[in-house]
C-alpha cells in the first residue's frame, strides 16, 4: 500500500475543495481545530459545514467567510453560551448562513445512512418535536411490517470528512481510545477521508493492538501528523481540554473585531501548528496529560 502521509497544507489544498461539504467530526474530544485553521488559511469558501455539535472552530469558519451552510443539530460553546459568530450570521438580514437542523440522533441517523449505502434512515426520535417543522427534510414514512408512521432523515455524504485521532501508521489504519462520536460512520459515509493524528505509528504497533482500529486504512486518502492538533480540544493520553480557552471564547467572539483579531494572530498569523503551539508558550506543560497505562491483552496467535 502507498504512504498516505501528506503536510496539513498539502492535504487540505488536495482534499478540501470550494463548495464541498465537509464534516470535522469528534465529539468534546478529538475535535480538529488544526485542520479547521488550515481551511481558513488557504481560503476555502462556500462550505456546507455539518457536525453533530458545532464548537469553537464552526464559529471561527463562519466568522473567517469559508461557510454558505450549516448542518447541525446543536450548536453552542459547550458549558458557556452562544457561538457568536454563528448567531451574528444567522440573525443578520438577510442571513449570512443557511441552516439546516436536526436531533442528535437525527445527524447520527444521516451518517449512518450514508455509511451503509442507503437513501434514508427512519427513527422515532422527533415525537413531540417541532423540529420537522422547520426543516422539510424530515420526512414520513409508513413501516412496511407493522404499519407505524416513522421520521426518515436522508442520507449525509459528506464530500471530505476530517476525524482527528491518537495514532495511524503510514496507510491510514487510524486507532482512537476515549470518548468517541461518530467518526467511524462519517468516514464511511465520506468521498474522502483526511485522517490527523497525534503520533505516527509503526504498522506493528497497530498490529499489536486491533481492537482500537476504529477507521482501516482502506477509507483514508491522508494521514496528517500534527501534535496538539485537536487544542483547544483535547486528545485522551496526550493532553486534557483547555478550558480556559473555551471560557475565554466568549468574550474574544462576542465582537467581531475581537474575533478578527484573535484569526489575523493565531490562524493567518502562523504558518502551521507548530507556529501556532508557540504562540502558546506553558500551553504544553499545562495541559500535557499524565500517564494512565491500561493493562495490556493477550490476543494469542
Known amino acids: 500500500m502507498k504512504n498516505k502521509v501528506r503536510s496539513m497544507k498539502d492535504a487540505v489544498a488536495q482534499l478540501v475543495h ?4 465537509v464534516v470535522i467530526e469528534g465529539f468534546t474530544h478529538l475535535i480538529c481545530f488544526a485542520a479547521g485553521h488550515e481551511i481558513i488559511r488557504q481560503k476555502k469558501r462556500n462550505l456546507t459545514l455539518a457536525r453533530l455539535t458545532p464548537d469553537l472552530i464552526y464559529d471561527q469558519m463562519i466568522a473567517a467567510g469559508a461557510a454558505r451552510k450549516l448542518v447541525f443539530s446543536w450548536a453552542g460553546n459547550p458549558g458557556v453560551g452562544s457561538l457568536h459568530a454563528f448567531r451574528r450570521a444567522v440573525e443578520a438580514k438577510p442571513p449570512a448562513l443557511d441552516i439546516e437542523e436536526y436531533s442528535h440522533f437525527g445527524m447520527v441517523a444521516r451518517l449512518c445512512a450514508g455509511a451503509a449505502n442507503l437513501p434514508f434512515w427512519p ?9 420537522p417543522g422547520a426543516n ?3 420526512k414520513t414514512v409508513d413501516c412496511p411490517y407493522t404499519g407505524e408512521k416513522l421520521a426518515a432523515v436522508p442520507a449525509l455524504r459528506p464530500d471530505v ?43 506493528s504497533v497497530i498490529r499489536s493492538d486491533p481492537n482500537r482500529t476504529l477507521i482501516p486504512g482502506l477509507q483514508v486518502d491522508a494521514v496528517v501528523v500534527e501534535p496538539w492538533g ?24 462576542r465582537e467581531e473585531a ?29 495541559l500535557k496529560a499524565k500517564p494512565r497505562v491500561c493493562a495490556g491483552v493477550d490476543y494469542g496467535y
Open 18 to 21: 470550494d463548495g464541498d461539504t
Open 123 to 131: 427513527l422515532r426520535d422527533y415525537a413531540g418535536s417541532d423540529i
Open 136 to 138: 422539510p427534510r424530515i
Open 161 to 203: 470528512v476530517i476525524v482527528h485521532a491518537q495514532r495511524a501508521d503510514r496507510d491510514g489504519n487510524t486507532q482512537v481510545w476515549g470518548l468517541m462520536g461518530v467518526q467511524k460512520e462519517a468516514a464511511f459515509a465520506s468521498k474522502r477521508v483526511i485522517v490527523v493524528v497525534e503520533e505516527l505509528v509503526d504498522e
Open 230 to 253: 485537536a487544542h483547544p480540544s483535547y486528545a485522551q493520553g496526550y493532553y486534557d481540554r483547555d478550558n480556559d480557552f473555551y471560557v475565554a471564547w466568549d468574550k474574544i467572539a
Open 258 to 286: 475581537g474575533l478578527a483579531k484573535y484569526l489575523d494572530e493565531f490562524v493567518y498569523g502562523v504558518e502551521d501548528r507548530a507556529e501556532y503551539m508557540k504562540k502558546n508558550p506553558g500551553l504544553a506543560e499545562r
